[in-house]
Nanobody
Framework: QLQLVESGGGLVQPGGSLRLSCAAA????????IGWFRQAPGKEREGILCISSSGAKTNYADAVKGRFTISRDNAKNTVYLQMNSLKAEDTAVYYC?????????????????????WGQGTQVTVSS
């Protein structure tokens, strides 16, 4: 079965850090652009960061600049989202997505973007 599986979410205090993982099962991520998204209760899905197959990175959310970074390890078939200096407003379900055709671009930041694969999501809660 072809799928993306996120892990690493949880409860963290404000100012803390988490690293989310997005692992591919059944296919090779190396030729895919991978993006991270999040959706908070009552809000639209928000694109955060995208990494191309070449490793180029695109940021879609000013709110996470300087705090979140995206990286990929093709040997492990996994993409990561390192989240530092977490704030209460970062609380959301975080999803990764993969697309083989559309490179990282403004399209990925659109709420209507539909990639080849979505992960099931992982909850991140920032609270004291």
């Amino acid at each position: 079965q072809l799928q993306l599986v996120e892990s690493g979410g949880g409860l963290v205090q404000p100012g803390g850090s988490l690293r989310l993982s997005c692992a591919a099962a059944g296919f090779n991520l190396e030729s895919y652009a991978i993006g991270w998204f999040r959706q908070a209760p009552g809000k639209e899905r928000e694109g955060i960061l995208c990494i191309s197959s070449s490793g180029a990175k695109t940021n879609y959310a000013d709110a996470v600049k300087g705090r979140f970074t995206i990286s990929r390890d093709n040997a492990k078939n996994t993409v990561y989202l390192q989240m530092n200096s977490l704030k209460a407003e970062d609380t959301a379900v975080y999803y990764c997505a993969a697309d083989h055709v559309i490179p990282c671009s403004s399209v990925w930041g659109s709420p209507s973007f539909g990639p080849d694969y979505w992960g099931q999501g992982t909850q991140v809660t920032v609270s004291s």
